[in-house]
């Protein structure tokens, strides 16, 4: 019984997450996460129909371009200001996401503004199996290519937004 209900009991010294109400650090970000991606399927279906409306019923704040990019902004600014108003920038990382060069623009500027504030900012999200460049691999991220597991990365993903990320140790 410990192994399944173990998600729910990690979280808050055994307090179950209420769907719809989150406890936000006062950091000032408008979002809690922006959801990088590549923008073609498979990796947009599953992340416009399973991984964002999972966030959004968990009561996060949830950038997705679809969603809050201002339409006549250029496309690169837009980008910029999702990661500068989010808490974290998260990648969905698949070997399409490694070929675009927009997904790259978003995970880098990401990764410099954590280094520039000193704080861990970016996280990675293995959505397929693919091989990083070396900045990303250095990283723990969350693996959810089994489709069976995905309440339990959800559960390990609730967890870390809660957290600022000044809680995380600088670079």
Known sequence: ??????????????????????ERPEDGFKYDVF???????PDKTWVRKTLYPRLKAEGYKVC????????????IHEMERAVT?????MAVLTPAYLK???????NVIAQHLGLEQSRRRFLGLLRE??????GIRALYYLDMTDDDE????????????C?????????
């Open 1 to 22: 019984e410990l192994e399944e209900n173990y998600p729910i009991a990690h979280y808050r010294g055994g307090k179950a997450p209420v769907p719809g109400r989150v």
């Open 35 to 41: 959801l990088s991606y590549r923008g073609q399927d």
């Open 64 to 75: 997705l371009d679809a969603v809050d990019f201002r339409l006549g902004e250029p496309v």
């Open 85 to 89: 108003e989010s808490r974290y920038t």
């Open 100 to 106: 675009s060069n927009f997904t790259d623009f978003e």
């Open 129 to 134: 199996p693919c091989t990083p460049r070396l």
């Open 150 to 161: 995905f309440d339990l990365g959800i559960a390990r993903l609730v967890t870390q937004l």
């Open 163 to 171: 957290e600022s990320p000044e809680s995380n140790p600088a670079y």
